[in-house]
C-alpha cells in the first residue's frame, strides 16, 4: 500500500513520557449534547397537553350549545 | 444541524414495513400467551396472582417474540443489494483509534502491526493512520505500553502516522478518551476507526468503510458485525459458535429494521470525525452514580445523538474482515455484563431526551428490557410458587343438593401448549437458521449439516445448563444498580486460562444458596411444582461446576467455526507478529 504524503501538521509531537509521537495538535469543538429534560419540563408539557385539550373541550361544548 | 449531509440513498430502505411485520407479530404472540394463561388460570377464578402472572408473561413472551421475529426478518431478508462505495482515489483521511485501558501492550501492539501490513497489503492507497489512546492506570503496563510503542514505530516505519498518548486522568472513561481525542486532535482527520484493544480488521475491509462512507454523504456511522475468533474454553467456544452461526440472522434483521438509525456496539466501526464532534459530546447525567454521572453504555447513546443529528447510522451485515474476542468463562462473562447492565439501565434517564427519534428511544428501551426479562421470569417464577397455597383444593361439590361430583375443566392442555409455545420461540430460530444454513450452503463452513446440527444442539443444551446462572448474575446485577451500587470500571480480562474449583466455588456458591433456598421453598409450598422447576434450580445447584468446567479448554472440534478451517489472514498476520515480539522479548530478557 502507498501511503500519501502525512498530513502537514501531524509532526510528531512529545507525549506525556517524553519518549512517544503525540497525536497532531488539531482540535475540533465537541458541544455538549442536551440528553435529560429540564426539571419541570414534563409538568410544563402536560400543562400544555391539559391546556390544549380544555380548549378543545370548550370548543366542542360551545359547538353542542 | 449546520452541516446537513445531502440525501440518504441507501439506508432508507422502507424499514417501517419490517418493524411493522416484527412489532405486530411480536406484539400478537405475546397477548395471545397472556390471554391463554388467563384462560388457564381462570379455570379457579380469576385472582390478583393469576392478573399480574398473565402480565408478566405478556412481557416475556413479547421478549422472546420479538427476537424470534428479529431472526425470522433475517432469514427471510436476502442479503441485502451491494451498498453504493466510492470507486475513484480515496480522497478523506482516517485515523484508527485504540482506546486501551490496562491490556496486554504486546498483545494490543502487534494487533496493530498486523492491521497496518493488511492495509499495505490491501494495495488501495489511501492515508489511514493509528492513534493509541492509553487511559492505562497501571505504571507498569504504561511503561510497557510505551516500550512496545517504539517498537511499533520502529518496526513498521510508523513516524509521522502513528501516535500514541496517555492521559494523566481517564475523566469519561472510554467515552471521554476518544472525545479528548477528537477535541485535540480530530481535524486532523475526516473519518475514524473506532476499535476496541482486542478488535482486528483486514486491511481491505477497512478500506470499503473508508470508501462507503466516503460515498455516501448523509453516513455519520458505519458498523460492522465483527466476528468472536480465538475461543478456546467450553464457554468460549459455544457463545464463539452461537455468535458465528445464529448472529447473521439476527444482524441482518436488525439491518432490515434500522432505517437511518442502526446500532453501534463501540467498535469496529467507522465514524465521520466532523459528525461525531458534531453531535457526541456527552454530558454528565444529573444525580450520583449508578444512573448519573458519566455515561457508561456511550455507544448507544452515541448512535442515536448521530441519528438526531440528520445523520445515517448504519449495521452493514455483509461486511466480512472484523473479528473482536469475547469471554473465556461465565465470570468474565458476567463481569461485563454487570457494567452493561448498569450502562443500559441508566438508559433510562435519557429515554425521553428531546429530539430524539422513535426508533431510536426504542432501541434504548431494547437495551434496558434485555436486562428486565430475566427479572421479569424470575418474579413469574416466584408468583406461580405462591400461587399454588394460595389457588386450594378445587369443590367437588358446588352446587348444595347435587350429590355427584361435579370435576372442574382439565385446563392441562392449555398450559402445556403455552410452555410449548414459548419453548418454541426460544428455540425455533435457531432451528431455522440450521435449515436456512443447510439450504444455502454455509454450514458447510461448520463442518457440514450433521456436524452443524450436531454442534447447535449442544450449544442449546449448555446454553439451557447455564441460563439459570446467568440469570442469577443479571438479576443480581439489576439489583446492585438498582439499589444504588456503582460497578466501577473494571478492566477486560481476555486472556482467562481455566477457572480454578475454589474460584468457581467463591463465584459461584450464593448461586446454589439461592437454588437450594428456591428448591426447599417449593417443595413445602408448592410440591407439584419442584420437577417442573428443576431445569431453574437444578443447574443454580450445581453452578460452580458450570462455572469451573466451561473454563475448561474444549474439544478439539467442538463447536466448529469457519475460522478453525480457514484461519482469517488478519488472525495469521497478527500470529505471526505475536509469536515473533513474545519470542525475542522473551530472548531478551533471558540476555
New interface residues.
Given amino acids: 500500500?502507498?501511503?500519501?504524503s502525512?498530513?502537514p501538521?501531524?509532526?510528531?509531537m512529545t507525549?506525556?513520557?517524553g519518549?512517544?509521537?503525540?497525536?497532531?495538535?488539531?482540535?475540533?469543538?465537541?458541544?455538549?449534547?442536551?440528553?435529560?429534560?429540564s426539571p419541570g419540563s414534563?409538568g410544563l408539557w402536560a400543562g400544555s397537553l391539559l391546556a390544549r385539550l380544555g380548549a378543545l373541550l370548550r370548543v366542542n361544548q360551545r359547538r353542542a350549545g | 444541524m449546520t452541516a446537513r449531509p445531502g440525501s440518504a440513498p441507501v439506508a432508507e430502505q422502507r424499514p417501517a414495513a419490517a418493524r411493522a411485520v416484527a412489532l405486530v407479530a411480536s406484539l400478537t404472540a405475546a397477548i395471545a400467551a397472556g390471554m391463554v394463561f388467563l384462560t388457564y388460570g381462570a379455570a379457579d377464578g380469576v385472582s390478583s396472582l393469576d392478573i399480574l402472572r398473565s402480565a408478566l408473561i405478556i412481557l416475556s413472551t413479547w421478549w422472546l417474540a420479538w427476537g424470534a421475529a428479529t431472526a425470522l426478518l433475517g432469514l427471510a431478508t436476502r442479503r441485502a443489494p451491494a451498498m453504493p462505495r466510492h470507486s475513484g482515489p480515496i480522497r478523506g483521511k482516517t485515523v484508527v483509534i485504540v482506546p486501551v485501558y490496562n491490556e496486554d501492550p504486546v498483545a494490543t501492539f502487534t494487533r496493530i502491526a498486523a492491521m497496518d501490513d493488511s492495509l499495505r497489503a490491501a494495495g488501495d492507497p489511501a492515508q489511514v493512520d493509528f492513534a493509541i489512546l492509553s487511559d492505562t492506570r497501571d505504571p507498569g503496563v504504561a511503561e510497557a505500553e510505551t516500550r512496545c510503542f517504539a517498537r511499533l514505530v520502529a518496526q513498521q516505519h510508523g513516524e509521522g502516522r502513528m501516535f500514541y498518548r496517555r492521559r494523566s486522568a481517564n475523566t469519561g472513561r472510554k467515552a471521554g478518551n476518544i472525545e479528548e481525542f477528537i477535541t485535540t486532535s480530530g481535524a486532523a482527520w475526516d473519518y475514524a476507526i473506532i476499535l476496541d484493544a482486542d478488535s482486528l480488521m483486514e486491511g481491505a475491509t477497512m478500506i470499503e468503510m473508508i470508501r462507503r462512507i466516503e460515498a455516501d454523504p448523509s453516513l455519520g456511522l458505519l458498523q460492522t458485525l465483527p466476528r468472536v475468533i480465538r475461543a478456546r474454553s467450553i464457554f468460549g467456544r459455544a457463545m464463539q459458535f452461537a455468535a458465528a452461526f445464529h448472529s447473521p440472522a439476527f444482524a441482518r434483521g436488525l439491518a432490515a429494521m434500522q432505517g437511518r438509525s442502526g446500532p453501534f456496539w463501540g467498535h469496529n466501526a467507522i465514524v465521520r470525525v466532523r459528525a461525531w464532534a458534531q453531535s457526541c459530546g456527552l454530558p454528565e447525567l444529573s444525580g450520583p452514580p449508578p444512573f448519573g454521572g458519566h455515561i457508561l453504555s456511550h455507544d448507544s447513546v452515541e448512535a442515536v445523538l448521530l441519528a438526531r443529528a440528520g445523520w445515517t447510522v448504519r449495521l452493514d451485515d455483509d461486511l466480512t474482515g472484523s473479528y473482536e474476542e469475547g469471554p473465556e468463562n461465565i465470570l468474565d462473562h458476567a463481569k461485563r455484563d454487570r457494567r452493561w447492565c448498569q450502562g443500559n439501565l441508566q438508559h433510562a434517564k435519557i429515554l425521553a431526551a428531546p429530539g430524539l427519534l422513535g426508533w431510536s428511544r426504542f432501541a434504548l428501551f431494547q437495551g434496558i428490557f434485555a436486562y428486565l426479562a430475566p427479572v421479569i421470569w424470575l418474579v413469574f417464577i416466584a408468583a406461580s410458587i405462591a400461587a399454588i397455597p394460595a389457588t386450594g383444593q378445587p369443590d367437588y361439590f358446588p352446587l348444595e343438593h347435587w350429590r355427584f361430583p361435579v370435576f372442574p375443566n382439565d385446563e392441562t392442555p392449555k398450559a402445556i401448549g403455552l410452555a410449548v409455545g414459548i419453548f418454541g420461540l426460544l428455540v425455533m430460530p435457531k432451528l431455522l437458521v440450521v435449515l436456512d444454513a443447510i439450504f444455502t450452503g454455509r454450514a458447510r463452513q461448520f463442518g457440514g449439516a450433521g456436524q452443524s446440527l450436531r454442534a447447535v444442539l449442544s450449544e442449546l443444551a449448555l446454553s439451557s445448563l447455564f441460563a439459570p446462572v446467568l440469570l442469577a448474575f443479571t438479576t443480581r446485577s439489576v439489583l446492585q444498580v438498582v439499589s444504588g451500587r456503582d460497578g466501577g470500571w473494571p478492566s477486560n480480562n481476555r486472556d482467562a486460562s481455566g477457572l480454578t474449583w475454589a474460584e468457581s466455588w467463591r463465584a459461584g456458591r450464593w448461586i446454589t444458596l439461592c437454588g437450594a433456598l428456591g428448591l426447599a421453598l417449593t417443595h413445602t409450598v408448592a410440591p407439584n411444582l419442584t420437577l417442573w422447576l428443576l431445569p431453574v434450580t437444578g443447574p443454580m445447584l450445581l453452578a460452580p461446576l458450570l462455572i469451573c468446567w466451561t473454563s475448561r479448554p474444549a474439544k478439539p472440534g467442538q463447536f466448529p467455526v469457519p475460522a478453525d478451517r480457514h484461519r482469517p489472514e488478519i488472525v495469521a498476520r497478527h500470529d505471526a507478529i505475536l509469536d515473533h515480539w513474545t519470542r525475542t522479548t522473551r530472548e531478551r530478557q533471558v540476555a
Avoid at chain 1, 500500500?1 to 500519501?4: D, K, V
Fill in positions: 500500500m502507498t501511503f500519501q502525512r498530513i501538521s501531524a509532526q510528531p507525549g506525556e513520557d519518549l512517544v509521537a503525540a497525536p497532531p495538535h488539531a482540535p475540533l469543538q465537541m458541544p455538549r449534547q442536551t440528553l435529560q429534560r414534563f
